[in-house]
């Protein structure tokens, strides 16, 4: 079993930067997918950010595009979501996820397991 534990969320005002961390532990999977989705009240939880095993392939939400940066350090079994020109769009609670295998999927029912989810409010 693995678990995944999200922190950095917080209130920010437009412009601003956090970054978010997502610590696995558990039973870890070599060739893992970590990836990124977000939940704003009454909306689909939506894909945000995905990055490979080797950290060498990313994929982005257009919306996120530019502003968000994925990475990884499997040393630590920790994943990063560093995001910056925040916007009141932006205000989520934002989720961590591990695919065992497979490519960097953006649809949820692609992932096998999920963090608690932190929460993130940006203000304008």
């Known amino acids: 079993q693995v678990q995944l534990v999200e922190s950095g969320g917080g209130l920010v005002q437009a412009g601003g930067s956090l970054r978010l961390s997502c610590a696995a532990s558990?039973?870890?999977?070599?060739?893992?997918?970590m990836g990124w989705f977000r939940q704003a009240p009454g909306k689909e939880r939506e894909f945000v950010a995905a990055?490979?095993?080797?950290?060498?392939?990313?994929r982005y939400a257009d919306s996120v595009k530019g502003r968000f940066t994925i990475s990884r350090d499997n040393a630590k079994n920790t994943a990063y979501l560093q995001m910056n020109s925040l916007k009141p769009d932006d205000t989520a609670v934002y989720y961590c996820?591990?695919?065992?295998?497979?490519?960097?999927?953006?649809?949820?029912?692609?992932?096998?397991?999920w963090g608690q989810g932190t929460q993130v409010t940006v203000s304008s």
């Open positions: 996820a591990l695919r065992q295998l497979g490519s960097l999927a953006t649809m949820r029912n692609d992932y096998d397991y």
């Open positions: 558990g039973r870890t999977f070599s060739g893992s997918v």
């Open positions: 990055i490979s095993w080797i950290a060498v392939y990313t």
